[in-house]
């Protein structure tokens, strides 16, 4: 197969259909990983329509689960022989939720989805990835992470498994914010493992889009309103369909890795702000700084233990067994 190929996750919506029509435009062979198959071939068949491009699969994967994910990476390498480009961009955040949800895994659903499933599904697939001959990660950040520039703000890791539903109450935004900081911590010790193989790995801070109507939906009144009012303002799904696409090509980004980069392509930095109104204030607005929580090493080190714990992988181990 001489095009490249892309692997986009929950790419039947939002961000990952506009980014998944975006490669087909360029002409590289896309992978959607959906959940929900009857919606994935609705799009998939848009794409090859909209794009002349026939070289759209649809592959079936819940991110969520473990065992949906070792299903999913049997049978792309029965069918592939190596990926170019992984992108993870399904994510969960069900507003309005009040009471704890969990995984088949009995992970915290929110978790399971945005952290511990793109860990375990790129722990899974190095062995594509390193087949290729430039490799690419890109994982779907959030600027939900400026609220770590509370200073007590923590990801709450020891109720990951619902340790403390019976006497903590369930945050569905505190658990999004979590999980999507966890997913950069674990960017920036994934780029450090992935290195001596060549492969990049990046997160983008993906700012208020237009929430598509989908997504909408499942809304429950309240939230749908505040939708409306995010939609009104957002920038549209194709704008970061377009930044991934560039993240992942451009020659300028070609050999940056383990790096949180805006939506105007640039690198950002830890925050060098000090304390004080002024400060905060000048910190929260500077999207060219990410929070300091994320550039402790000890914060690094919980979550990549805890997501290798989870699922049993032992990404270092492999590297040191070569
Ligand atoms: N929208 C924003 O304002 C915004 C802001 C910052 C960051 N982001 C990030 O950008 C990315 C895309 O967001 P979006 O707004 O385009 O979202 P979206 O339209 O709601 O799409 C989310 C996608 O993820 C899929 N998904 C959810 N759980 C899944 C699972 N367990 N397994 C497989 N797929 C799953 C959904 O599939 P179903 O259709 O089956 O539900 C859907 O395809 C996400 O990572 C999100 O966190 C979005």
């Given at each position: 197969?001489?095009a490249?190929i892309?692997?986009?996750?929950?790419?039947?919506?939002g961000?990952?259909?506009?980014?998944?029509?975006?490669?087909a435009?360029?002409?590289?062979?896309?992978i959607?990983?959906?959940?929900?198959?009857?919606?994935?071939?609705?799009?998939?068949?848009?794409?090859?329509?909209?794009?002349?491009?026939?070289?759209?699969?649809?592959l079936?994967?819940?991110?969520a689960?473990?065992?949906?994910?070792?299903?999913?990476?049997?049978?792309y390498e029965?069918?592939?022989?190596?990926?170019?480009?992984l992108?993870?961009?399904?994510?969960?955040?069900?507003?309005?939720?009040?009471?704890?949800?969990?995984?088949?895994?009995?992970?915290?659903?929110?978790?399971a989805?945005?952290?511990?499933g793109?860990f375990?599904?790129?722990?899974?697939?190095?062995?594509?990835?390193?087949?290729?001959?430039?490799?690419?990660?890109?994982?779907?950040?959030?600027?939900?992470i400026?609220?770590?520039?509370v200073?007590n703000r923590?990801?709450?890791?020891?109720?990951?498994?619902g340790?403390?539903?019976?006497?903590?109450?369930?945050?569905t935004?505190?658990?999004?914010?979590?999980?999507?900081?966890?997913?950069?911590?674990?960017?920036?010790?994934m780029?450090?493992i992935?290195?001596?193989?060549?492969?990049?790995?990046n997160a983008i801070?993906?700012?208020?889009?237009?929430?598509?109507?989908?997504t909408?939906?499942q809304?429950?009144?309240v939230?749908?309103?505040?939708?409306?009012?995010?939609?009104?303002?957002g920038?549209?799904?194709e704008?970061?369909?377009n930044?991934?696409?560039?993240?992942?090509?451009?020659?300028?980004?070609?050999?940056?890795s383990?790096?949180l980069i805006?939506?105007k392509?640039?690198?950002?930095?830890p925050s060098?702000?000090?304390?004080?109104?002024?400060?905060?204030i000048?910190?929260l607005?500077?999207?060219?700084?990410?929070?300091?929580?994320a550039d402790?090493a000890?914060?690094?080190?919980?979550?990549?233990?805890?997501?290798?714990?989870?699922?049993?992988?032992?990404?270092?181990?492999?590297?040191?067994?070569?």
């Amino acid at each position: 197969m001489n095009a490249k190929i892309v692997l986009i996750t929950g790419a039947n919506s939002g961000i990952g259909k506009a980014a998944a029509i975006k490669f087909a435009r360029e002409g590289y062979y896309v992978i959607m990983a959906c959940r929900n198959l009857d919606k994935g071939r609705l799009v998939q068949r848009y794409i090859i329509e909209t794009t002349k491009n026939n070289q759209v699969d649809l592959l079936e994967l819940d991110v969520a689960s473990l065992d949906a994910i070792r299903r999913f990476c049997n049978e792309y390498e029965k069918k592939y022989d190596r990926l170019d480009i992984l992108i993870h961009n399904a994510a969960y955040l069900q507003h309005g939720v009040k009471e704890y949800q969990f995984s088949q895994d009995h992970i915290e659903l929110v978790f399971a989805t945005n952290a511990v499933g793109p860990f375990f599904l790129t722990y899974l697939l190095r062995g594509m990835l390193i087949k290729s001959e430039n490799p690419k990660i890109l994982n779907a950040c959030t600027v939900s992470i400026r609220h770590y520039f509370v200073k007590n703000r923590k990801i709450e890791f020891d109720n990951l498994r619902g340790e403390y539903k019976n006497s903590r109450s369930y945050n569905t935004y505190r658990k999004y914010g979590d999980s999507k900081m966890a997913l950069l911590l674990l960017t920036f010790k994934m780029s450090e493992i992935l290195k001596k193989s060549g492969i990049t790995v990046n997160a983008i801070q993906i700012p208020a889009i237009k929430i598509s109507k989908n997504t909408r939906r499942q809304f429950k009144s309240v939230w749908r309103l505040s939708a409306e009012i995010q939609n009104a303002f957002g920038a549209k799904p194709e704008s970061i369909a377009n930044t991934y696409f560039d993240i992942c090509t451009s020659k300028a980004l070609n050999n940056i890795s383990g790096k949180l980069i805006n939506s105007k392509l640039e690198v950002m930095k830890p925050s060098h702000y000090t304390h004080g109104l002024l400060q905060s204030i000048r910190q929260l607005l500077d999207m060219g700084v990410y929070p300091r929580y994320a550039d402790d090493a000890d914060n690094i080190e919980s979550v990549w233990e805890v997501c290798s714990k989870m699922t049993q992988a032992d990404f270092e181990g492999v590297y040191k067994g070569e």
